[in-house]
């Protein structure tokens, strides 16, 4: 979604990389087109003009005079107050003590209420929480039956009646009681466009629901008019929180930069895609870090630690540096990453990452053509991918639906993978030294250079971001050309 403002960024931060002592007058110029950036962005106005100012009032002052890199000082002072514009700290749920909890989800249709109901009932529920969801979206056809699809997936119950969406949510109140759940998630209807009669029926909820948090859903997507939604529910429903949705969409982001200031009420939760666990608590620091161009590897270790059994990717790194890294252990390790999120999404988390990487678009489809590929070796051919002679290469290019040349390059790729990671693991011999003593000898071979027994892992988070690195550097069949 920030891309473009990613790229903008990238070059305003590059002039002034190239000065070794900014101006006044350099500053105003730099800030003239970080206005210019958020304004093409969609960012609302005010927001704009507020951002700024705050810039300025810092960067012409002491702090910046007193700092050896001006530049860097510069980077600095945006990033911390956009993180400032996008909500400064993360928003802490707290549940209540005498259960339940109620949440109501509030929005426009079309926005993704139900959708981000039941992704919310799945967070709450990987946090050891006992959700029930409430469908009161009685208007739209077929959003109960919705409702049920989502929460089967997820093993949460759905309550609903064919009443009233007031007596739906009086009566969820008494069966969450009866099964003993101490979280109440209501989906509400929707219209098309905000009218009285969708404000008086989402406030009749409310007063029944009395609910601890009131979440306003949002679509990225719509731009400057998701603040003028907002504004237009808090002034009824006093909301607590937005979640913002589509937030891998291509849209310009002005929504998630304008609607803390203008509403003054936090982005709560973001979904970062289709998928029911694409769903996070959103962390202002860590999207302003994003849009800088300086990644986000908090969450990138984040979602290595989920993926990722620890005594697995303790095995995986042994047997990479041991030399015994097959290709069922690299389809293995493809597999976890995909359970990661798109490869381009991981990307653009690791910081440093060049935009020409960056930009590079690989699919889910790619990336199972390496899959095909290897799956249509033998047991041998995994373990030793030297057996693959010409007859072999045609054979697993026509069960894998690819091109002879494509088997080739994935067996290269793989045995330089395995010499690199092979040399990481040995033991570098020390030069002939021409000396008559003892002390001096050594054996040809080398010796032992650490203690019996397994030599101790790195944290496998870091080493899996390391591997996702590399494999991000590595041309393999299917993929884009990233020089």
Not at 96 to 114: C, D, E, F, I, W
Not at 276 to 286: L, M
């Amino acid at each position: 979604m920030f891309d473009t403002l990613t790229d903008r960024f990238d070059g305003i931060f590059g002039k002034l990389r190239g000065k070794g002592k900014l101006s006044e007058s350099d500053v105003d110029e730099a800030l003239r087109e970080i206005r210019l950036a958020l304004l093409e962005a969609d960012v609302n106005f005010e927001v704009v003009k507020s951002l700024v100012s705050r810039i300025r009032e810092r960067a012409v002052g002491d702090e910046l005079s007193k700092a050896l890199n001006p530049s860097q000082q510069i980077v600095k002072i945006v990033l911390e107050e956009l993180t400032d514009s996008l909500g400064g700290e993360a928003m802490q749920v707290t549940f209540a003590s005498k259960p339940p909890t109620v949440v109501l989800m509030a929005g426009l249709q079309g926005s993704g209420k139900t959708t981000n109901s039941a992704k919310l009932a799945n967070l709450f529920k990987s946090q050891g929480r006992n959700v029930l969801l409430v469908g009161a979206d009685l208007q739209r056809p077929a959003a109960v039956e919705q409702l049920r699809t989502l929460g089967a997936q997820i093993d949460v119950p759905v309550f609903s009646e064919p009443t009233d969406p007031v007596s739906v949510a009086r009566a969820a109140l008494e069966e969450a009681k009866n099964l003993g759940r101490d979280v109440i998630i209501c989906d509400t209807a929707g219209r098309l466009a905000i009218d009285e009669a969708l404000m008086e029926e989402v406030r009749q909820i409310s007063e029944v629901l009395t609910p601890q948090y009131t979440f306003l859903v949002v679509d990225a997507m719509t731009g400057q008019d998701a603040v003028t939604v907002a504004e237009s529910f808090h002034k009824t429903l006093a909301l607590d929180g937005v979640i913002l949705t589509k937030l891998d969409g291509d849209a310009r982001g002005g929504a998630a930069l304008s609607v803390k200031e203008v509403v003054g009420r936090p982005i709560a939760f973001a979904s970062t895609g289709e998928k029911i666990d694409e769903f996070e608590v959103f962390y202002p620091d860590r999207l302003a870090s994003r849009i800088l161009g300086m990644g986000d590897i908090e969450t990138l270790i984040e979602k290595a630690e989920a993926a990722y059994d620890d005594d697995e990717a303790e095995v995986a790194a042994q047997r990479l540096l041991d030399g015994s890294f097959t290709l069922d252990d690299f389809l293995d390790q493809m597999q976890q990453i995909k359970k990661m999120g798109p490869i381009g999404n991981l990307l653009g988390m690791m910081p440093g990452i060049p935009k020409e990487v960056r930009d590079v678009e690989i699919e889910d489809s790619q990336i199972a053509r390496l899959e095909a590929i290897i799956r249509s070796m033998t047991v041998e051919e995994r373990t030793k991918p030297d057996l693959i002679d010409g007859s072999r290469r045609h054979r697993i290019a026509t069960g894998s639906g690819t091109q002879a040349q494509d088997v080739s390059a994935l067996v290269k790729q793989f045995n330089e993978m395995q010499k690199m990671m092979k040399q990481f693991g040995m033991t570098p011999k020390k030069s002939k030294k021409k000396s008559g003593g003892k002390k001096n000898r050594r054996r040809r071979s080398g010796g032992r250079t650490t203690n019996k027994g397994p030599a101790p892992m790195a944290d496998p988070s870091v080493l899996m971001n390391e591997s996702i690195e590399e494999l991000s550097s590595l041309r393999l069949p299917g993929l884009p050309d990233n020089d």
